[in-house]
C-alpha cells in the first residue's frame, strides 16, 4: 500500500469512504514546535499566550482580535513557520446579540477534536479538546510565541471554564471589564477567573499541524468528519 503525508497547506477531499464527505488539512510543524513525545504522522495542535497585551474589553470588532493573534504568530520564534493561527475568545458586539465564540469546534478545530494539544515549548496541555475544557489542565498554558513565559498572568477569553460563551464576553457592550482567566493556572480558572478593563494577553490556537516524515505503518490513519462525530479511519 502506499503511504501518503499531507503536507503544508494540502488538502485532501475524500468523498466515498462509509458515504460522506471528509475534508481533512494539516500543516507540517516545524521543528521548534514538534513535541518529544509523538512521532512521524501524529497530528496535534498548539497553543500560546501572545507576549503583547490590549484591552479587549472595548474592541469594536472580533477581527481585531483575530489580527493580533495572526500577528503574534508571525511574529514568535516559535511560531512564525505557520500559517493559520486561531485567537481563542467569546465576544459579543451587543448584549445577547452578534456573539462569536471561536472555541466552539468549528471555529479554530476544523472539527478535529480528538488531538492533543501542547504548549509552544512542546509541553501537553490537554489530550484533546474535551480534556483541555474539563476544569483540569495536565500543564498551563505558560509560554508564549518566543517560548517565554509572560510576566503578567492574565489574558482575556469572554469565556466559561467550560469553553461557552461568558456574560462578560469581550466587545464594546459590558463596561465592568471583560472575562479573563490565568494562562500559569492548571484549573478552570485558565480561561475564567475575573473581569478586566486593561491590557491584557489572548490565547492562540494554531491550525492541526503533524509531525512530518513518513509514519512507520503502511496504513493510512487520517480523522474522519462525519454527523455522528469523529473518528480515525486506516486504509
Known amino acids: 500500500m502506499k503511504k501518503i503525508r499531507l503536507g503544508s497547506g494540502f488538502l485532501l477531499v475524500l468523498s466515498s469512504l462509509f458515504g460522506v464527505n471528509m ?24 497553543i500560546f499566550v501572545t507576549s503583547g497585551t490590549r484591552n479587549y474589553n472595548s474592541v469594536a470588532t472580533s477581527a481585531e482580535i483575530d489580527t493580533d493573534g ?27 446579540a452578534g456573539t462569536l465564540n471561536t472555541m466552539d469546534t468549528a471555529e479554530a478545530w476544523g472539527n478535529v477534536t480528538d488531538r492533543p494539544i501542547y504548549t509552544s515549548t512542546g509541553v501537553r496541555v ?14 498551563a ?7 517565554a513565559t509572560p510576566a503578567n498572568p492574565e489574558v482575556y477569553t469572554g469565556l466559561t471554564s467550560a469553553g461557552a460563551i461568558d456574560i462578560d464576553a469581550l466587545g464594546t457592550n459590558l463596561i465592568t471589564g471583560s472575562g479573563s482567566g490565568l494562562n500559569n493556572s492548571t484549573t478552570g480558572t485558565w480561561l475564567d477567573n ?42
Do not use: K
Not at 475534508?23 to 496535534?44: C, E, H, K, M, Y
Not at 498554558?141 to 517560548?147: A, L, M, Q
Open 126 to 139: 490537554a489530550n484533546d479538546r474535551a480534556d483541555m475544557l474539563d476544569g483540569t489542565l495536565l500543564a
Open 70 to 96: 495572526v500577528n503574534a504568530a508571525a511574529a514568535g520564534t516559535e511560531t512564525n513557520g505557520v500559517v493559520g493561527w486561531r485567537s481563542l475568545y467569546a465576544f459579543e458586539t451587543s448584549a445577547g
Open 23 to 46: 475534508v481533512i488539512a494539516q500543516v507540517d510543524a516545524p521543528a521548534a514546535l514538534q513535541p518529544g513525545d509523538l512521532t512521524p504522522g501524529d497530528t496535534f495542535f498548539v
Open 141 to 147: 498554558v505558560g509560554f508564549d510565541e518566543n517560548g
Open 194 to 235: 475575573t473581569n478586566a478593563d486593561f491590557p491584557r494577553h489572548l490565547y492562540v490556537l494554531s491550525p492541526l499541524l503533524v509531525i512530518p516524515g513518513e509514519p512507520d505503518n503502511d496504513e493510512l490513519c487520517l480523522p474522519i468528519v462525519a454527523d455522528q462525530g469523529t473518528a480515525i479511519a486506516c486504509l
